[in-house]
């Protein structure tokens, strides 16, 4: 696969994952448990807003890898 794909596939995945994980934090922010607490709260969102980058990074990291053997 050429580059310039990989590329494209990556971005477009990469607007997905931070749109879905957003979201999904959102969501799980609202629950009482969390809710309830400022200081509770103040750390889910520095949890999970540095978080993303773990499932983010294998992607990045095949989005510039060496281009496939042709």
């Not at 607007?15 to 629950?31: E, G, H, K, N």
């Not at 949890?47 to 294998?58: N, S």
Request: proline share 7%.
């Amino acid at each position: 696969m050429r580059v310039r794909t990989r590329k494209l596939i990556g971005t477009i995945l990469l607007l997905l994952l931070a749109t879905v994980w957003s979201l999904a934090a959102m969501v799980i922010a609202q629950l009482p448990v969390i809710a309830s607490s400022g200081w509770l709260q103040a750390a889910y969102y520095v949890v999970v807003g540095l978080a993303w980058v773990l499932p983010a990074m294998p992607l990045v990291k095949w989005m510039t890898g060496p281009p496939a053997a042709q």
